[in-house]
């Protein structure tokens, strides 16, 4: 069974703090999604992954996968207030030929002022 | 410009009631998703949709039914609501242009249907 796991499951820093959050798994994914999810609101994408060892960055999100595409990190440098929210981690399902994604539980992230 | 749409917003249901969720997406998109989201248990498929015409059972769809007779259009049915389904449901589409690649193209949320059964 392909299970993502997230960690920690939730985070609450002060503005301007970095911080890190982890997707693992025993299998193997071809990419991983990131998403982001506001109160109240639908999953966003912000990140694809797709090669084993690439880095992608998106502003102050730096997000890697690692080299042999069991496992990424969401990396946040100096954050503020607007990161506050749930993030997921996502892969092809097995014979995810459908376009099928496993999601992870998510990191719930609180920023404050 | 509204990508994903989801009615009702909220609903509050008795045990036993039936309804009908409804996504609608102007992206074109062929393939359509309905999510639970339940907590600390995270988005769980419940049925999804490669194409008009066509449905295939998700992760959790025991209790579920759902119609995709227009392709703009995926609908989720609740035949006899029980309070175990008491959740949150969003709706998903994405591109499925290319199979192969299907699995890295992003998915479009709706906002989400509250949905309480007493």
């Known amino acids: 069974t392909q299970l993502l796991e997230q960690s920690p499951q939730f985070l609450s820093i002060q503005e301007g703090e970095n911080l890190t959050v982890y997707c693992n798994s025993s299998?193997?994914?071809?990419?991983l999604q990131w998403y982001r999810q506001e109160p109240g609101e639908g999953p966003v994408l912000l990140v694809t992954?797709?090669?084993?060892?690439e880095v992608k960055k998106l502003k102050r999100l730096t997000f890697q996968f690692g080299d042999a595409r069991k496992d990424s990190s969401l990396h946040i440098t100096a954050a503020q207030p607007g990161d506050t929210g749930l993030y997921l981690c996502a892969g092809p399902a097995l014979g995810g030929s459908q376009g099928n994604l496993i999601f992870g539980k998510g990191t719930k992230l609180s920023v404050k002022p | 410009n509204a990508g994903v749409t989801q009615t009702p917003k909220f609903r509050v249901l008795k045990t036993g009631q039936s309804m009908t969720l409804l996504c609608a997406q102007d992206?074109?998109?062929?393939?359509m998703y309905w999510y639970r989201q339940d907590p600390g248990m995270g988005l769980r498929l419940i049925h999804y949709?490669?194409?008009?015409?066509?449905?295939a059972k998700g992760e959790v769809p025991d209790g579920y039914n759902v119609s995709r007779l227009k392709k703009q259009n995926f609908l989720l049915g609740l035949e006899s609501a029980a309070p175990s389904q008491t959740s949150v449901y969003f709706c998903?589409?994405?591109?499925?242009?290319?199979?192969?690649?299907?699995?890295?193209?992003?998915?479009?949320f709706g906002d989400g249907t509250r949905l309480s059964i007493l």
């Open positions: 299998s193997v994914f071809s990419s």
């Open positions: 992206m074109n998109h062929e393939y």
């Open positions: 949709s490669v194409g008009e015409g066509t449905t």
């Open positions: 998903a589409s994405s591109y499925g242009v290319m199979r192969r690649a299907a699995s890295n193209q992003p998915q479009h």
């Open positions: 992954v797709v090669t084993g060892g």
